[in-house]
Nanobody, 123 residues
C-alpha cells in the first residue's frame, strides 16, 4: 500500500520561506516520478513541480520557477519542496503525488496522492 504524507505547511509572511516534505511509504522513489501540486481557494488543482525517478529531470510551473526547488532524499524516501520568496498568491493546499512510472509529467496523471498541507502567505 502506497502512502504519501505531507508536512511543513503553515503561515508565513510575504517574502518568507517554507520547506514542504512528502514522506513516501510502499514505493521507492527511484522507481517513481514525483510531483507537487497546489489548489488555491476556489481554484482548480494545478501543477507546481515535478522530478523524475532518477532525480535528473526537474520541471517547474512558470509561476514558481526560480523561487521553488524540488529535490529528494532517497535514503529517507522523502521528496521536498523548498519555497522561497513566497507571495500571497502562493496560498494554497499543497499536495504531493507519485507515478508508477519514472517519467515526470506536468499533468494530473499521477497514481498516488497525499492529503495535502496548507500554506498561507500573509501580505
Amino acid at each position: 500500500q502506497v502512502q504519501l504524507v505531507e508536512s511543513g505547511g503553515g503561515l508565513v509572511q510575504t517574502g518568507g520561506s517554507l520547506r514542504l516534505s512528502c514522506e513516501v511509504s510502499g514505493r521507492a522513489l527511484n522507481t517513481s516520478a514525483m510531483g507537487w501540486f497546489r489548489q488555491g481557494p476556489g481554484k482548480e488543482r494545478v501543477f507546481v513541480a515535478t522530478i523524475s525517478a532518477s532525480g535528473a529531470g526537474r520541471y517547474y510551473a512558470d509561476s514558481v520557477r526560480g523561487r521553488f526547488t524540488i529535490y529528494r532524499d532517497t535514503a529517507k524516501n522523502t521528496v521536498y519542496l523548498q519555497m522561497n520568496s513566497l507571495k500571497p498568491e502562493d496560498t494554497a493546499v499543497y499536495s504531493c503525488a507519485a507515478r508508477k512510472t519514472s517519467t515526470p509529467t506536468t499533468s494530473l496523471n499521477y497514481d498516488f496522492w497525499g492529503q495535502g498541507t496548507q500554506v498561507t502567505v500573509s501580505s
